[in-house]
């Protein structure tokens, strides 16, 4: 059986708390820091003056090429600490430096907006 294709979340939205434990999620964020010995990666993301941080597991994406301060969309699922923070399990981390974020914003909004429209006419 494969694994869901991962609901578009914004980072903000993940570390408001939005996203249900254990849902199939794709976000997106700069990657801030790599701790290699802890296969930990935070990624941050900036919505109006807030900076958003999201923790994301490497273990099963790892060896990669970390590289700070890039752009990187991860595929992963949710899974909430005890500590009352989130994780995110990668199972895809890409660098995708140099895509256009205002762009892929909209086409998320679009996106839901669309399925709402087409789940409310069923």
């Known amino acids: 059986m494969l694994p869901e294709p991962g609901v578009y ?28 010995t802890k296969s930990r990666v935070t990624l941050m993301a900036q919505h109006r003056s807030d900076q ?43 660098c995708v430096e140099g895509m256009n974020l205002p762009l892929l914003e909209q086409a998320i909004r679009k996106q839901r907006l669309y399925q709402r429209e087409r789940d409310s006419s069923q």
């Open 52 to 94: 958003h941080p999201i923790l994301v597991c490497t273990k099963l994406v790892e060896p990669f090429q970390a590289q700070v301060d890039s752009l990187y969309m991860v595929l992963g699922e949710l899974e909430h600490q005890k500590d009352g923070g989130c994780v995110v399990k990668a199972r895809v981390l890409t």
């Open 9 to 36: 979340y914004f980072p903000w939205e993940v570390s408001a708390g939005q996203v249900p434990d254990g849902d199939t999620l794709r976000t997106f964020g700069r990657l801030y820091s790599y701790d290699m």
